[in-house]
């Protein structure tokens, strides 16, 4: 975490970025096991940055002080550049090839992720870009109005 309290991996424009400013979003809710999981983004939708985050809780809306726990891990290397002991377990990401679940050769800016279980078998869902495309302009993002799928 940083010294403002949220966790580096999510700043919403990059690493160094000096504001702090996160977003949370698409805070998509299924029930698993008897516990609920939300698949949520965080990052800039049309930015490298743009990942697919896993938190839990004991029910659907928490009690009055609590929240749904987001699935974390130590990061002892610093890879976030955060110096802080733990950083997001993402789902998804394509900002780091040296942070697990990195999927940038197969998608870039994986976020506002869906499950679905048919005949036991869990199915996820996701938006993302073609990693053959390359972000454009000045600020390096993603032509996010034009639609690209992938082979299966």
């Given at each position: 975490m940083t010294a403002g309290g949220g966790l580096a991996s999510e700043n919403y424009f990059n690493l160094r970025q000096k504001d702090g400013f996160?977003?949370?979003e698409v805070g998509n809710i299924i029930?698993?096991?008897g516990k609920y999981l939300m698949l949520?983004?965080?990052?800039?939708?049309?930015?490298?940055?743009y990942k697919?985050?896993?938190?839990?809780?004991d029910s659907f809306l928490p009690p009055h002080g609590a929240t749904y726990r987001k699935v974390t891990?130590?990061?002892?290397?610093?890879?976030?550049?955060?110096?802080?002991?733990q950083e997001g377990d993402?789902?998804?990401?394509?900002?780091?090839?040296?942070?697990?679940?990195?999927?940038?050769?197969?998608v870039r800016a994986p976020g506002v992720g869906s499950l679905v279980e048919r005949d036991r078998n869990?199915?996820?869902f996701f938006a993302g870009y073609d990693p053959k495309e390359k972000p454009f302009g000045p600020n390096h993002t993603f032509n996010a109005s034009r639609t690209t799928s992938l082979p299966a």
């Open positions: 996160r977003l949370v029930k698993v096991d949520y983004s965080v990052g800039s939708y049309k930015s490298h940055v697919t985050g896993v938190a839990w809780s891990m130590p990061d002892p290397k610093d890879v976030w550049g955060s110096k802080s002991a993402y789902l998804l990401q394509s900002q780091l090839p040296n942070w697990p679940n990195c999927a940038g050769d197969t869990w199915c996820l």
